[in-house]
């Protein structure tokens, strides 16, 4: 597993930070999978934020955990369009299921790539990658 999978998964809940136009947008994301140590999020091919990142696939993810404790994460995204990969992600995430099938058409899951990130506190710098 990568450090950033390890991380994002203590948060539960993290952001990602894309870009439309010239206009920041940040939303929350919470389906996260790891698969042959590549770290994967999972969205929504509707959503805007599917049409962002095919459009600039540079990312920021950010979230909090353990309490005073938070990630910093730069990355690129790539688009991975196979039945087989969505399904491992949905065997890892469950909760999605209710929602998403590997072949409906509307599930999309990318991995991050050229990744460099920071845990940090309060108390200063935890760990650089």
């Known amino acids: 597993m990568s450090k950033a999978y390890d991380y994002l998964k203590k948060t539960g809940t993290f952001y990602i930070a894309t870009v439309e136009g010239d206009q920041p947008r940040v939303r929350p994301f919470g389906g996260l999978a790891d698969i042959d140590g590549k770290t994967y999020i999972t969205l929504n091919k509707t959503k805007k934020v599917f049409a962002q990142l095919i459009a600039n696939p540079k990312v920021e993810l950010c979230g909090m955990y353990e309490g005073s ?8 995204v790539v688009h991975d369009d196979s039945d087989a990969t969505r399904a491992k992600v949905l065997e890892q995430n469950p909760n999605l299921g209710n929602m998403y099938k590997a072949d409906d ?7 991050l790539t050229e990744v460099s ?10 760990e650089e990658f």
Not at 69 to 76: C, G, P
Not at 105 to 111: C, S
Not at 117 to 126: H, R, T
């Open 69 to 76: 404790n938070w990630v910093r994460i730069s990355a690129k």
């Open 105 to 111: 058409g509307i599930f999309a899951v990318f991995y």
């Open 117 to 126: 990130g920071k845990a940090e506190s309060f108390g200063g710098a935890i």
